[in-house]
């Protein structure tokens, strides 16, 4: 019987079949070959004594953290306060789902609090990012999550306390999760969502998940960096060097466009300091 998992906890799986939602193990050999279902993996289940996932169906994509396989589209999300926007970790959102080849959609939540704004915009207007904003409690905005849900798996990632549950829990029309306050001493999000879990919502599906303030891109290889970063598509090839890394030598055509004003600095800034995150760990391997 063939199933999508849907949830994952103590070692045990919860597979969506035709039949409904069964509770299986995995088989040891999984172990041996180093590998482990994941949420939204496909996975074929066979059936003696007990169920148990006898085999993975090969992935489209699976990201670490979250720990999600064959996601279509990630919503990125971000509060303009409480807890303060993180630049950084929502560019390490973006590359991470560049390289999996997933659709991300940048959301701004808590717009209700009233801070400007406009920097995630100007930053990323010369990239193929939509950036849609949000208050995710009092239900405004919320229409195109819900018009592109169909045919998807789309997973919410963020920080904590930015609103992901609360988010989920309007799209779904329940209090399917359990949502938190910040906390007012550090200004930090407590983590509500505790592990993984798919929602039918429709014709799609959503992946609500924990939340966390870094990300490791170590699996990212020094010539696959420029590639993810869409507003260099245009100039990339125009370097003086085929092997250009854009940093120090003379006839880039990236530095020349940055100069111009047709990349933005703080993106190109960010590309300078995991291309030098990358050069480190090469050092000293």
């Not at 074929?44 to 169906?57: G, R």
């Not at 919320?142 to 169909?150: A, E, R, T």
């Not at 329940?174 to 969502?193: A, D, P, V």
């Amino acid at each position: 019987m063939e199933g999508l998992i849907v949830k994952g906890i103590g070692g045990f799986y919860y597979v969506k079949t035709s039949t409904g939602i069964i509770e299986c193990k995995a088989r040891g050999i999984f172990r041996h070959k180093d590998l482990t279902p994941m949420i939204g993996d496909n996975v074929i289940i066979t059936e003696d004594d007990s169920p148990i996932i006898s085999d993975i169906l090969p992935r489209k994509n699976k990201l670490i953290r979250p720990p999600v396989a064959n996601i279509t589209q990630a919503y990125i999300i971000f509060s303009i306060k409480n807890p303060e926007m993180n630049i950084d970790l929502l560019n390490r959102f973006l590359i991470t789902c560049e390289y999996f080849n997933i659709k991300a959609i940048v959301c701004i939540n808590k717009i209700d609090l009233g801070s400007d704004s406009n920097q995630i915009e100007d930053m990323l207007k010369k990239t193929n990012y939509k950036v849609i904003y949000i208050a995710a409690k009092e239900g405004i905005g919320l229409d195109y999550i819900k018009n592109n849900l169909k045919g998807n798996l789309s997973v919410f990632s963020g920080p904590s306390g930015v609103g992901k549950s609360t988010l989920l829990n309007k799209i779904v029309g329940n209090e399917l999760m359990e949502t938190g306050e910040l906390s007012k001493k550090i200004k930090r999000g407590k983590n509500t969502t505790r592990h993984c879990e798919i929602i039918e919502v429709g014709q799609g599906f959503l992946v609500d998940t924990p939340g966390f303030s870094s990300i490791d891109c170590e699996f990212i290889k020094k010539e696959d960096l420029e590639n993810l970063f869409p507003e260099f598509d245009n100039y990339k090839s125009q370097c003086k060097f085929n092997n250009c890394s854009h940093n120090k030598e003379v006839g880039c055509s990236i530095k020349e466009a940055l100069s111009n004003g047709e990349i933005d600095k703080t993106r190109y800034e960010f590309y300078i300091k995991v291309l030098e995150e990358i050069n480190s760990r090469r050092k000293w391997k």
